[in-house]
């Protein structure tokens, strides 16, 4: 691409075309705890906007709800969207109690474990749950990212293990220095 990638900032919301706007108001806001906000009233047509977690959902009500796909398998490999968790098990007993039919998976990577939680909201649209801060953000060699929170925390962790690094290295060659002086621990 001709001078980089675009500008961007970070993302600002997604787009759901649903079936019935009551419905899945009620879901996107009893379930994933979204709170509706003010809409342009220029709009002419029906949908809500909901924000939360530094995002929103913008419902759109769609103009034949009838023609619209029903989808009952839950498949983790279609499109979705994911939310960060501090707590699987509560959130796994939360939709228990709601009734809510979901499906959980695990990925292991070097000794990492996420666990995932996949459920549809009201139209079919998938959600994933997780616990994917569990898992380092790794950028691919060569490529440029923003320092998140999973970066900025590996950052502060590889800089404290270098430092103890020194530390020991520095107290290692005080006492090897003596014994043999062309020894460096740089």
Same mark, same amino acid.
């Not at 098990?89 to 990925?107: A, Q």
């Not at 380092?136 to 270098?162: D, H, R, W, Y």
């Given at each position: 691409?001709?001078?980089?990638?675009?500008?961007?900032?970070?993302?600002?919301?997604?787009?759901?075309?649903?079936?019935?706007?009551?419905?899945?108001?009620?879901?996107?806001?009893?379930?994933?705890?979204?709170?509706?906000?003010?809409?342009?009233?220029?709009?002419?047509?029906?949908?809500?906007?909901?924000?939360?977690?530094?995002?929103?959902?913008?419902?759109?009500?769609?103009?034949?709800?009838?023609?619209?796909?029903?989808?009952?398998?839950? *498949?983790?490999?279609?499109?979705?969207?994911?939310?960060?968790?501090?707590?699987?098990? !509560? %959130?796994? =007993?939360? /939709?228990?109690? $709601?009734?809510?039919?979901?499906?959980?998976?695990?990925?292991?990577?070097?000794?990492?474990?996420?666990?995932?939680?996949?459920?549809?909201?009201?139209?079919?649209?998938?959600?994933?749950?997780? *616990?994917?801060?569990?898992?380092?953000?790794?950028?691919?060699?060569?490529?440029?990212? !923003? %320092?998140? =929170?999973? /970066?900025?925390? $590996?950052?502060?962790?590889?800089?404290?293990?270098?430092?103890?690094?020194?530390?020991?290295?520095?107290?290692?060659?005080?006492?090897?220095?003596?014994?043999?002086?062309?020894?460096?621990?740089?």
């Amino acid at each position: 691409m001709l001078g980089g990638a675009l500008p961007l900032a970070s993302l600002n919301h997604i787009s759901l075309v649903c079936r019935s706007l009551e419905r899945s108001l009620d879901f996107y806001h009893s379930v994933l705890g979204f709170s509706p906000v003010r809409r342009p009233g220029s709009f002419d047509f029906e949908g809500a906007w909901l924000f939360n977690y530094g995002i929103g959902i913008h419902l759109l009500q769609s103009e034949y709800p009838e023609d619209m796909p029903e989808k009952s398998e839950i *498949n983790p490999k279609d499109n979705h969207i994911s939310f960060q968790c501090e707590s699987m098990v !509560s %959130v796994e =007993k939360k /939709l228990e109690e $709601m009734g809510i039919n979901y499906i959980k998976r695990r990925v292991e990577e070097g000794g990492i474990y996420v666990d995932q939680l996949f459920f549809h909201d009201p139209d079919g649209f998938m959600i994933e749950i997780c *616990n994917c801060d569990n898992l380092p953000v790794i950028p691919l060699a060569g490529e440029q990212m !923003s %320092v998140c =929170k999973t /970066l900025n925390f $590996m950052k502060q962790q590889q800089q404290q293990q270098q430092q103890q690094v020194k530390v020991q290295c520095h107290a290692a060659s005080s006492i090897r220095a003596a014994e043999e002086p062309h020894i460096s621990c740089a």
